[in-house]
């Protein structure tokens, strides 16, 4: 079974200080994909990144920048120099292949961050 | 850019009411998925959908729902006997291929509100 843990489930700071958001997963499958959605208060979700599991290097865009480590099923999120902007909830995800084939996407239970002015 | 939209933003309905949330996948897309999330909880997979008939379920999905495409570009939801507890926000996603990497696109979403 595939599982997908957030353990903060609420985090503020102050506007222009670092934040990062931890996503640690657990599956059996040998390829997966993991990902990073936005949700802000509007509700819509709004789609960030997509790693695949034999890619671990880190990215990085523009203020945002993801690390995944394989070795410890993690797959952490930090946002540089926050913004008010910034304010949603943050949904960590694995895609991983069902027994009928499909892509089925495992959701965290989400990290609302809110940034303080 | 091509987008998922879905209609309407906020359903608000009686308890024991049918309900049907429509969806228009991206065009040239070929697989679908409804999805929900309970206030506060995290999204969660209801039912996926290819070549006219369901590929796959979870538990959630029972016999109260149902999905269709009616035509070559709408993807319903149907819930045929609401309770309270279907109120919630329900996504709908296509992606263009199955199977790992192909992106699900989300749309906007539905709130649902069970009187």
């Known amino acids: 079974a595939q599982k997908v843990t957030q353990a903060q489930t609420e985090i503020s700071v102050v506007e222009k200080e670092d934040v990062t958001l931890d996503c640690v997963y657990e599956t059996r499958d040998t390829t997966y994909y993991l990902f990073w959605y936005k949700q802000p208060p509007s509700g819509e979700l709004v789609f960030l990144i997509r790693?695949?599991?034999?890619?671990?290097q880190n990215e990085i865009s523009g203020r945002y920048s993801w690390n995944f480590q394989k070795s410890t099923s993690s797959f952490n999120f930090t946002i540089t120099a926050s913004q008010v902007v910034d304010s949603a909830v943050y949904f960590c995800?694995?895609?991983?292949?069902?027994?009928?084939?499909?892509?089925?996407?495992?959701f965290g239970t989400g990290t609302r961050l809110t940034i303080i002015p | 850019e091509p987008e998922v939209t879905q209609t309407p933003s906020h359903q608000v309905t009686q308890m024991g009411q049918e309900v049907i949330l429509r969806c228009v996948p991206i065009?040239?897309?070929?697989?679908f998925y409804w999805y929900r999330q309970i206030l506060g909880q995290k999204v969660e997979f209801l039912v996926s959908?290819?070549?006219?008939?369901?590929?796959?379920k979870s538990e959630i999905f029972d016999d109260q729902f149902s999905v269709e495409r009616p035509d070559g570009s709408n993807f319903t939801l149907k819930i045929r006997s609401t309770k309270l507890e279907d109120s919630a926000m329900y996504f709908c996603a296509s992606s263009e291929n199955r199977g790992l990497g192909n992106e699900q696109f989300f749309g906007p979403g539905t709130r649902l509100t069970v009187l």
């Open positions: 995800a694995l895609g991983g292949i069902s027994n009928f084939g499909n892509e089925k996407l495992t």
């Open positions: 065009s040239n897309h070929l697989y």
């Open positions: 790693r695949n599991s034999f890619d671990e």
């Open positions: 959908f290819y070549n006219n008939e369901i590929s796959e």
